[in-house]
């Protein structure tokens, strides 16, 4: 009897086909990425919300300057014992954008690049700088600040960003936050510093290696008095709203 059954299809060799040995390749890279990806967002992601509880202890800069000089003076002190002046003061010197922008002040970026210079680093970018990253001048790095900044807008008030920055700042060789310049400078507390002796600190954070708040040259004196009329503009037009009580 003959036989009626339909004869078996053949697979389509193109059906059966394996995967070519680069597309392989190619999936496990991109598998491999995105997990670093998520991975990394992840580890940064708890680091930020770490520091929004509770305190860094250190900073890696610290550290290296302890190393070099055999330790370092860092006193940590909260926003209520710094007097209001000097947190005023430090952002009329250093952002007085700050209760403006969300971490990057885009008009300043674009002013100092036209003038073929830095110095549009805001407040947020330093704290990130500070707290997490490196010191130096690369690509890397301020790439890496520059997506790592707007998260941390994200997570912390405004005043809790001003509070690690006063608090991590470097305002001498290995004199590190307020609490220690106010009494390696004047022998006083942060809670007690005058409008004065506030401007002269805030006027030395740009090379505090190369200017003193206790015997000021004369272009700290100028600073300084810029500064406290500085101070006095952003408390009268609001701008220092974000961060005071």
């Not at 059906?15 to 597309?23: E, F, S």
């Not at 991109?30 to 992601?45: E, K, M, N, P």
């Not at 990130?128 to 998260?151: D, Q």
């Not at 272009?219 to 009268?236: L, P």
Request: with cysteine.
């Amino acid at each position: 009897m003959a036989d009626t059954s339909k004869p078996r299809k053949r697979r389509s060799r193109k059906a059966v086909a394996k995967p070519k040995p680069l597309r392989r390749i190619t999936r496990a890279v991109r598998r491999v990425v995105l997990w670093s990806v998520a991975g990394v967002g992840g580890f940064v992601l708890v680091w930020t919300l770490l520091y929004a509880l509770i305190n860094p202890p250190t900073t890696a800069y610290m550290v290296s300057e302890g190393r070099r000089l055999g330790g370092v003076q860092h006193e940590w002190v909260p926003m209520d014992r710094i007097a209001p002046v000097m947190a005023r003061a430090a952002v009329a010197a250093e952002d007085a954008n700050f209760c403006l922008h969300w971490g990057l002040d885009v008009n300043a970026i674009r002013s100092a690049m036209e003038r073929g210079r830095g110095g549009a680093s805001t407040i947020s970018q330093q704290v990130v700088k500070n707290v997490y990253l490196w010191h130096g001048r690369s690509w890397a790095r301020k790439s890496i600040e520059a997506l790592w900044t707007p998260v941390t807008e994200v997570f912390w008030s405004k005043r809790r960003i001003l509070e690690i920055y006063l608090n991590v700042a470097e305002f001498d060789a290995g004199v590190f936050g307020v609490q220690a310049a106010a009494q390696h400078y004047f022998g006083v507390d942060a809670a007690n510093l005058t409008a004065t002796q506030a401007a002269r600190l805030a006027a030395i954070l740009p090379a505090p290696k190369e200017r003193s708040a206790s015997n000021p040259g004369q272009f700290t004196r100028n600073r300084a008095a810029q500064i406290i009329s500085g101070a006095e503009t952003i408390a009268a037009d609001g701008r220092a709203d974000c961060f005071q009580r």
